[in-house]
């Protein structure tokens, strides 16, 4: 009886494990298998999208292209997307191929974070959406561009040649001329042209030799040039200075120039004109009397300084004439008076 128990318990226990398996098995295959439509996205053009097409994000499926329909100059694509995942509201759609001749999907880039999402109903702007060129787009682009380098009239791009070298040259003849005689002579006799290449090159291995020899010198200059500049950046406040006082200088001697310019000019084109000239042509007796004064200041001082130094006792020569008595009087005051 007790076995029996046993055996009822253990069989219930494993039907009802399988049926919870079942179930989830169920539930989840139902997940994956869900599908959800509406979604469209507007397409400047669906080149390689075909319906039924993958819808693709990182490469991986998560969809199918429903319906294609033209808008004029856009194309509506209808999509629909596996469920389960969620994405963002501004999400953009690209058309993605392995080459120009493959097939295209339809990409959705951009992963979801947070913020609004893409709905059901809702679709991808235009300018969220972005297509590779097209073949024959890239084909056409080319063969504009060739049009334009070469037209099928070849009269005309020779006659265009023609109209831009003339408008180029307008103005520059002499310019021309004098090129075309320089090349000319040049031309003529190369061998002097090949010689003052030659001495250029000559002339300047000298330099170039003295360079590596002193090149410690130059790179010990580069490297205390940054030195040099942050003391010049120091020092330019003081330029700034200068300038500035320059400045105040110069409007001081203009108001003075406005104010008694009248009354200096004249002053300093005569008397001062010629004080300057006597000075410039008397200079080396000027420089000799100036050269005198020391040795003549330093006997004097010494003789004021040292009271038992040399001393010259002077009197004034006086004349007896043996009569009456004459006031004496100095030999200076009678040369003076004579010369009177």
């Not at 090349?183 to 010689?195: G, V, W």
């Not at 084109?269 to 004064?293: C, M, N, P, Q, Y």
């Not at 010494?302 to 010259?312: E, K, P, S």
């Amino acid at each position: 009886m007790i076995k029996n128990r046993k055996l009822v318990i253990s069989t219930a226990v494993v039907a009802g494990v399988v049926a919870a398996a079942g179930v989830g098995f169920a539930m989840v295959t139902g997940d994956t298998t869900t599908s959800s439509s509406g979604y469209c996205a507007i397409m400047p053009d669906a080149v390689g999208l075909y319906e039924g097409n993958p819808v693709t994000q990182m490469g991986l499926q998560i969809g199918r292209v429903d319906h294609i329909r033209s808008k004029g100059d856009h194309v509506e694509v209808s999509f629909s997307l596996d469920a389960g995942r969620h994405y963002p509201a501004g999400v953009k759609a690209v058309t993605r191929s392995k080459s120009l001749l493959a097939d295209r999907s339809l990409e959705l880039v951009g992963n979801y974070q947070t913020g609004p999402q893409l709905k059901s109903g809702q679709c991808i702007a235009l300018d969220h959406s972005f297509t590779p060129k097209s073949i024959s787009e890239i084909a056409g682009s080319a063969a504009d561009f060739i049009d334009a380098m070469a037209p099928d009239n070849g009269k005309d791009s020779f006659q265009n040649a023609v109209a831009g070298f003339d408008a180029a040259l307008h103005g520059n003849g002499e310019l021309a001329r004098a090129m075309m005689q320089h090349a000319a002579s040049a031309s003529a006799n190369p061998d002097q042209l090949i010689s003052d290449i030659g001495s250029s090159i000559l002339n300047m291995a000298p330099l170039t030799d003295e360079a590596l020899q002193r090149w410690s010198s130059l790179r010990s200059i580069l490297d205390q040039m940054p030195q040099v500049v942050d003391a010049g950046n120091k020092l330019w406040p003081g330029v700034l200075n200068v300038t500035n006082g320059t400045g105040w200088l110069v409007a001081t001697l203009y108001d003075i120039q406005r104010s008694y310019g009248d009354v200096l000019w004249p002053l300093l084109k005569g008397g001062v004109a010629d004080v300057i000239h006597l000075a410039a042509t008397r200079s080396k007796d000027i420089a000799a009397l100036l050269e005198s004064i020391p040795p003549v200041a330093a006997m004097l001082r010494q003789q004021a300084d040292n009271n038992g130094g040399l001393a010259i006792t002077y009197a004034p020569p006086t004349v007896n004439v043996g009569g009456a008595e004459i006031p004496a009087a100095g030999l200076l005051g009678l040369t003076l008076a004579k010369g009177q």
